[in-house]
């Protein structure tokens, strides 16, 4: 059994990470997933949330949003629409953001599916600064 893991993260965009990682620990659809050298094969879906991973005995993190994960074979795939590092995120826009959703959630009169796509932005602004104020 090998002692790492090979972590890619990717966007529509861009290539946001690939590296050898001793665990990671993503959003999944049903909470957060641990995931260590030897893991069984599985495909998940992705949630807004906080990506972390230790690399050679340091913690990282990335914000990521939507998308899915597959592990197979030590190798851990994450397909997200959004994926940040902490140092690429706008703590003030990110504050601005969830400032707005939240007024605008406080006196909601919109669709179901409105009120879940904003409630989906407040989540990714709340993420942000979470990471933007851990750095």
Do not use: C
């Not at 590092?85 to 601005?96: F, M, Q, V």
């Amino acid at each position: 059994m090998a002692d790492q893991l090979q972590l890619e993260v990717v966007t529509p965009e861009r290539r946001v990470l690939a590296a050898a990682v001793n665990s990671v620990t993503v959003p999944g659809r049903n909470g957060d997933m641990q995931i260590l050298p030897g893991h069984a094969a599985l495909i998940s879906e992705l949630q807004t949330g906080v990506l972390a991973y230790n690399q050679g005995g340091t913690a990282q993190q990335l914000h990521v949003s939507g998308g899915f994960i597959e592990v197979n074979n030590d190798k851990v795939s994450v397909l997200a629409e959004i994926a940040e590092r902490p140092e690429e995120i706008d703590a003030a826009r990110a504050r601005l953001a969830r400032e707005h959703t939240e007024k605008q959630l406080s006196s909601w009169s919109g669709s179901e599916e409105d009120f879940e796509k904003a409630r989906a932005k407040l989540e990714r602004s709340m993420v942000r600064l979470q990471l933007a104020s851990n750095r």
